[in-house]
């Protein structure tokens, strides 16, 4: 978890609970792993019931829980201890953890720093790495997006493209096998397009540029309208009236979804 992603959960007036894992079982599949983990329910039930009688904002909320992130840190270590005990399983190094919960308690100003570090360290190799199954054409772009609740998102665009007096941003999803991404992709793509919908403006060095976010999906196998399945018809139908609301493009290998007929 990073400050950015419970920044971002304020910015979109969601609560957040800071929780941890409890129980676990042995992997059937690998071996000296766990899987079916349990959040500690109790707890989860004690912070439901705070917020059902809570009367302030989001961002509020957000606020107080990482006040106690520390604690819950210290509290998952200890669980995970626990969990690697009982079933006999080594869990990854205890020491790097102790070290993380250590720098976590120091207080939240600690923790949106060591977080922000560690975006930027993740923006960077973002930069410079390109998977082999993305179909993309134009350059990668570094994006730092801020926001007046504290929040920097040291983000990438797949493509970062300038024309005329706009700069696209383009988030790229890709299937080898199919004609489109997969649900859970296409909402992934969806959070990017959130954030690039929303910026008030941007600026390349020094000037500025009107943003046009661009949400663009690849496939394998060639695009047909009548080879989508029902489910899949639907699908586009919402994605193409989200992106004509929020003013976003939605591209099926280079072909503006807008003018696809379903």
């Known amino acids: 978890m990073?400050?950015?992603?419970?920044s971002l959960m304020s910015l979109l007036g969601v609560y957040t609970i800071v929780a941890y894992y409890t129980s676990a079982i042995p992997s059937a599949r690998y071996k000296n792993k766990i899987t079916d983990q349990r959040f500690d329910r109790e707890y989860l039930v004690s912070k439901l019931d705070e917020l059902l009688a809570y009367q302030s904002d989001a961002l509020h909320w957000n606020l107080a829980q990482i006040d106690l992130v520390g604690?819950?840190?210290?509290r998952a270590l200890d669980a995970y201890a626990d969990i690697s005990s009982r079933l006999g399983i080594a869990m990854h190094s205890a020491a790097s953890a102790e070290r993380r919960v250590q720098e976590l308690q120091k207080g939240k100003a600690n923790f949106m720093q060591l977080s922000r570090n560690l975006a930027k360290s993740a923006q960077?190799?973002?930069q410079l790495t390109r998977q082999p199954k993305e179909k993309l054409s134009g350059r990668k772009g570094?994006?730092?997006i801020k926001n007046y609740l504290g929040g920097n998102y040291y983000l990438t665009s797949d493509e970062a493209k300038i024309s005329g007096n706009s700069i696209h941003l383009v988030e790229g999803k890709h299937t080898r096998s199919e004609m489109l991404p997969s649900v859970e992709d296409i909402k992934d793509g969806l959070i990017k397009m959130l954030l690039f919908s929303n910026l008030e403006s941007a600026q390349v060095r020094t000037t500025g540029y009107r943003v046009?976010?661009?949400?663009?999906l690849t496939g394998g196998r060639k695009f047909s309208v009548a080879g989508l399945s029902q489910a899949q018809r639907q699908m586009l139908?919402?994605?193409k009236q989200e992106g004509q609301f929020n003013g976003f493009a939605v591209l099926i290998n280079r072909r503006n979804l807008a003018d696809i007929p379903l």
């Open 124 to 126: 960077k190799r973002e």
């Open 2 to 6: 990073q400050w950015d992603t419970v």
């Open 142 to 144: 570094i994006l730092t």
């Open 212 to 216: 046009m976010p661009i949400l663009k």
């Open 71 to 74: 604690t819950i840190a210290q």
């Open 237 to 239: 139908a919402k994605l």
